[in-house]
């Protein structure tokens, strides 16, 4: 198996960290062609990474996706067996893909370029689905339980959240959100979380000196 990926790529970096702690024999490499460009949508439609090819001809798309596969191999699965437990997990992915990471978009694409935005405004929205977070950790205790494959998941992304609103003078989002910061701390513990965020923090710092 190989793995098309990228270190700027906080979805690409959650299949990377899977694949560290359960040591699967799959090759990282970066994209074969430019993301969208004709020849990378001819090969593979959804025109983004990360993408796992199993063979020449059949690959797997969208992380989330990727990493239940994976983890469906493993002898040593993360995926809670308990219902209620397994369910809590899926929700917990959908906020961080569905709510936080959206929030961030305008303030990503500013650093990118883009069209000029609020930065209070935006940052404000940040700190709502914090919020949510916050009291999605309160109903769960998701913090003081062991680690699962959303917590990789959203691990990725929380270096983003984190590091982007620094960007704009907001040195740490998370102060007043007490369990999403203990969670935060708790993972980055994680040898091969820590090894991941570290790559996605090289580049973003090298991306910023551009």
Known sequence: ??????????????VRILIAKQQHQVE?????????????????????????????SEYLSESWAIMQYLDALSEQSLSPSAPLANARMHEWLRYVDQHLAPSLLPLFGQLLGGPAIDVDAQMQKVRVELDKGERLLSSNNRELKPLDL???????????????????????????????????????????????VSEMRQAFEGFLKK
């Not at 593979?44 to 090819?53: A, D, F, Q, S, W």
């Open 28 to 56: 990282i490499t970066a994209p074969d062609f430019a993301l969208r460009s004709p020849e990378f949508l001819a090969k593979y439609p959804l025109g983004k990474i990360p993408v796992l090819k199993l063979s020449d």
């Open 1 to 14: 198996m190989q793995l098309l990926s990228s270190n700027f790529s906080p979805y690409s970096t959650r």
């Open 150 to 196: 959303a917590d990789i998941a959203t691990a990725a992304v929380m270096y983003f959240v984190v590091a982007t609103p620094a960007q704009f003078g907001e040195m740490n989002i998370l102060k007043d959100f007490p369990k999403l910061s203990a969670w935060w701390q708790r993972v980055l513990q994680d040898p091969e979380i820590e090894t991941g």
